[in-house]
């Protein structure tokens, strides 16, 4: 995580959200590292083509349903985090189900039954799962 931010939030106090959101909301400390590593590559400026923001690329809709502001990078990190924990409450702590959902959205997940035939959402998986020791 190198440098500072626009939002003039330093690279420590970004850590340590990370540290904090992640034991806050049952996320092991190294797949939250490797999600927001895969989202953004740790730069608080990305945007994705769809519209999704930050670190932990939230859609805007989403960070409102979390009570978070996805265009501040702390609580984008915290609204991330939270995100992939219930993720991982939802789909019984399968990590790989809480990513496609993560991704590619529930409704898919369901859909499908599992994870969703899209290369995107598979490679996105596989990148983060070996990235972290917890898939």
Not at 3 to 30: C, M, N, T, Y
Request: charged content about 20%; overall charge positive.
């Amino acid at each position: 995580m190198g440098g500072r931010h626009r939002s003039g939030k330093g690279e420590g106090q970004i850590a340590a959200a990370i540290v904090k959101a992640a034991r806050a909301h049952g996320v092991p400390l190294d797949l939250a590292l490797a999600l927001i590593n895969q989202e953004s590559r740790f730069n608080m400026n990305a945007r994705s083509p769809v519209g999704a923001i930050g670190f932990t690329q939230l859609m805007p809709a989403t960070a409102r349903s979390l009570g978070v502001d996805a265009n501040d990078p702390i609580e984008n990190v915290w609204g991330g985090i939270k995100y992939l924990g219930i993720k991982l409450k939802a789909y019984g702590g399968n990590v790989m189900l809480a990513l496609a959902s993560y991704n590619a959205g529930s409704g898919n997940v369901e859909k499908y039954g599992g994870i969703p035939p899209f290369k995107e959402t598979r490679t996105y998986i596989r990148n983060i799962c070996n990235e972290s020791k917890e898939c």
